[in-house]
């Protein structure tokens, strides 16, 4: 069983191809809803032999790019060891998903910690990390970053994230590269660099981030932000000497409504490639988002359908506590009806608010959508959920986290149990056992 395209458009079949977009049409209904049957729902469903293909891609438009991952968009270990295993890099935000990448089998090298207002801990943990790995990059986003790693005794691999001043990306919380939260102002840039080499650092690159889900229609954008990032490299070359990297971060975008084209990644590999052609450092490129996106779905089912006036209200067992983008950045994702699909049924279509069973009125995923009629315990997949879907996933409500499969060659596994009430409960439960041993207050 598997959950791929009927026809295969597995990456081990070479006559498959390697489109540039996998449409939620292309996934085999039958094989999904058996999946929703074995592992129950809400249920997140990943092909790993996609994330491959999107690897591929990557690395097709960008041969001489060092390519790395952002843990952020799915940081399971499946999806760490496929891309670790194919020769990506790791991004992580976070000293746990340090702590995966490292699990995963990363080493050091193959490592870059972009430190975003890092909390202590998570600071000892990169130091700790870095001396146990060596190659691994710490790369810090504000001079106060510098100064802390420096109080830790670090003085190894210093990458600076600079603030570009242009954004870009599919929603105003998402543009990064125009928001003071993240980097070192552009024009403090060179100043900040030249004081941490003095410091004895060894500075060995740039970085830039202009924002996430950046579409075909912003190139221009990023053409001027590659500019920018180009003229910045220059400038940095010039103060401390070589640089081993500058990295444009990540945020390609991908087409989640039905009618959206695939990003030109040439065009984009071109513009790039103009902008710091003469800069002698290799270019780094760490999407998140483009190599897991459409490689998942998500299965959930129909509980409640109520008819309102205004629209018909479909309730499912999924929520904002599942996939939140919808209900944070309005996103669009595809929605399909796998029992209408597997039955053939001729059913009426017609528009639907499908909502889960959060006490939120933004905890739904579409509104007045038409689609064929739905039934009370009908599978719908909603598509493109591979990136920051589980993990932007949390417990509100007291509501269980899902499972997770992934899918290998004609592999099903379970790659994450779902959480129970009790896992939900235990930290509250285990801090009171906790109190329970401490002694009396004044023994
Ligand atoms: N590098 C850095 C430093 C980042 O902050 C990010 C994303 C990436 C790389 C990867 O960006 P991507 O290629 O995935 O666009 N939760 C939002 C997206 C937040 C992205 C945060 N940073 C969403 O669901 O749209």
Known sequence: MSGRREGAS?????????????????????????????????????????????????????????????????????????????????????????????????????????????????????????????????????????????????????????????????????????????????DRAVDVLADAADRGFDVVGIHAHVGSGVSGDALESHRKFVARVGDLARDAVATVGELEFVDVGGGFGVPYREDEQPLDLESVAEATRDALGEVDAQLAIEPGRYFVADAGVLLTRVNTVKEAPETAVVGVDAGMTTLIRPAMYDAYHPIRNLTADATADERETIPQTVAGPICESGDVFCADRELPASERGDTLAIGNTGAYGYEMASNYNSRPRPASVVLEGDDVRLSRRRETVADVTRPERTARETVEDKPERGE
Do not use: M, Q
């Open 10 to 186: 597995s990456a081990t079949d070479p006559e498959a191809g390697n489109p540039p977009i996998r449409r939620l049409d292309g996934w085999d209904a039958d094989a999904l809803s058996d999946l929703a049957a074995t592992y129950d729902t809400p249920l997140y469903v990943l092909d790993l032999d996609r994330v491959r293909e999107n690897h591929r891609r990557l690395e097709a438009a960008f041969p001489d790019a060092e390519i790395s991952y952002a843990a952020k968009a799915n940081a399971l270990g499946d999806v760490l060891e496929t891309l670790l295993d194919a020769g990506a890099g790791i991004e992580c935000a976070s000293a746990g998903e340090l702590e995966r990448a490292l699990a995963a089998g990363a080493a050091g090298s193959e490592v870059h910690y972009t430190a975003v207002n890092p909390p202590a801990a998570d600071l000892d943990y990169a130091v700790e990390a870095a001396d146990e790995h060596p190659g691994l990059t710490i790369v810090a986003g504000a001079r106060d970053t510098i100064d802390r790693l420096a109080e830790r005794g670090y003085d190894g691999r210093l990458g600076l994230r600079v603030n570009p001043g242009i954004g870009a990306g599919h929603h105003e919380k998402v543009r990064t590269g125009s928001d003071a939260k993240f980097g070192v102002p552009a």
